[in-house]
């Protein structure tokens, strides 16, 4: 693992991406006196242990509590489930609820080795409204499968919930209707020996202070991770920070990270982050994929989405990924590209009826290795790269939408899109193909093939300034069909049309439309 956390700084390093610096943690001090009381009681019950405090304590067996404000302030009703038994202090009396008052700082939850359920919900508060925490929810999971349900809560200050270095097991969070204030983290990794999660986030609303820090930071290790976010969830609150608002680290194994809102618009009628989003996934192994979904959601910062070594799929449908149009001087920047920078692996790409205005780039081999696992990209019904100041790719001016192809098949559709920019293919070896068809409609193309036997369709789809294509060595075919010269192809008084097969016998029906093209023996009519 650790040589895979080497490597994924390296990549990190070479891509000028930063792993923002933790938020402080809220460990929990020495208990080695409370837990002496563990063989009397499965959890000890601390109130008032630091001014205002309250700290739940486990022992080694299977805890099942569950804990709710009563209708009073600073009052808890502690409920052991499942024949879970409580103490409080150590006073020597067991009960299966405890109820303490006069609580007004941090809850601490700490119930030790064993397979543990933790559920703090509203059952005791008043009119079904939501429990209060004072300052800060901190929750520290041992070895054992570990289930935490945060449910109807309102936490006013920081929210983390980790797992004990060192330790192992299932880690499971669901985070329900509730509101954090403060900054939440979410670390999994044990130090190294992590272990599957599932992390959900449900209607809930994790603001992040307002600070420079990421609203949400969710870091597991090894092992299938799913996070899934829902119910028109928001994350971050003005003013707009200079960082990311979300950073989900993923360790190696397969993940699957999905975000689910009710439609592309940002605001509290979908899934909504406030600033930018990175995703970084490890290497998984061969027959498993790491995917990332955007359905109905919006994102007005860039997205980077970074996955290691494997076969990978990002999907965007009907969702906005960029929506903050506003540039200086008029406003600090916040809108960027949907950024994705794939390793050795079949990589997948979706996208129907959704926006990146301000372009895409897709790397399907960031390390240069000259894999030959190929791609295939399918763009239906979308708009890139067409916010009112132009796209923004690094490295590319003018691009709306960049793919960088391995040594494999890439294939690529795009379908009644409109790019407000270049489409820039640069796909290297392989039998690539490429389709431009149903309205599509771009400023230019470039494409730019390998060796191998390629295939170019642009059917009733606009270029409307410049043509540059580099089809390399091979049996190559290159079609345009239901094309009006004079309103969806570049003039040739005033734009450019550079086309060249190259080595094979290739195909082309462009005498009409391109006089002189290179490199084509055969010309169908």
Known sequence: MWWTKKKREKRDKRMGKSRPANRRHLRFEGLEDRRLLAGLVDVQVFPLLAPGRLDLVGDLSNNDVRMSQTVNVGEYRIDGLNGTLLQ??????????????????????????????????????????????????????????????????????DFEVIKAGGTTGFSQLHVTNTTVIGY??????????????????NNAWLQGNGGPSP??????????????????????????PLGPVIVIDN???????????????????????????SITNGTNLPGTLDTVTFNGSNVLGNV?????????????????????LVAPPFA??????????????????????????????????????????????????????TAPFGP??????????????????????????????????????????????????????HLVTGNGNDSVLIDNSRIAVAVYVRLGDG??????????????????????????????????????LALGALGFEIFVP
């Open 215 to 240: 609203a949400f930071v969710l870091y597991n290790g090894d092992g299938n991770d799913i996070i899934d976010v829902q119910g028109n969830s928001q994350f971050g609150i003005g003013p707009f």
């Open 392 to 445: 923004a790719i690094g490295g590319f001016p003018g691009a709306a939408l960049v793919l960088l192809g391995d040594n494999g098949r890439d294939v690529v559709n795009v379908n009644n899109t409109v790019l407000g920019g270049t489409l820039h293919l640069d796909l290297f070896n392989g039998n690539n193909q490429v389709d431009l068809t149903n309205g599509t409609s771009m400023n230019a193309l």
């Open 88 to 157: 409080i202090n150590g006073a020597g009396v067991t009960m299966p609820s405890v109820t303490v008052n006069g609580i007004t700082g941090d809850i601490r939850v700490y119930l030790g080795d064993g397979d543990d359920s933790f559920k703090f919900d509203n059952t005791y508060a008043q009119n079904g409204q939501r429990s209060n925490v004072p300052v800060d929810l901190s929750i520290e999971n041992s070895h054992g499968s570990n289930t935490n349900q945060i449910v109807d809560v309102m936490i006013n200050g």
């Open 304 to 324: 980077s989405i970074d996955n290691g070594d494997g076969n990978t799929s990002v999907t965007v449908n009907n969702s906005t990924l960029g929506s903050h």
């Open 184 to 201: 939440t983290t979410v670390d999994n990794t044990a130090g190294g020996t992590g272990g599957d999660t599932e992390t959900k986030i």
């Open 475 to 512: 049996a190559d075919q290159f079609f345009v069909r239901n094309v009006d010269p004079a309103t969806q192809w570049p003039s040739p008084l005033l734009g450019l049309i550079d086309i060249d097969g190259g080595p094979g016998v290739d195909t082309t029906n462009l005498s009409a």
């Open 251 to 277: 360790g190696e194994g397969a993940s699957r990270t999905t975000f689910t809102g009710a439609g592309a618009e940002a605001g509290f009628g979908t899934t909504t982050v406030y600033g930018d989003l």
């Open 332 to 385: 600090p920047v916040l809108g960027g590209s949907l950024q994705i920078y794939n390793d050795a692996g079949y990589d997948q790409f979706s996208m129907i009826d959704s926006k990146a205005p301000w372009g895409i780039l897709i790397n399907n081999d960031i390390t240069g290795n000259n894999d030959v696992w190929g791609s295939a990209t399918n763009i239906v019904g979308s708009e890139i790269g």
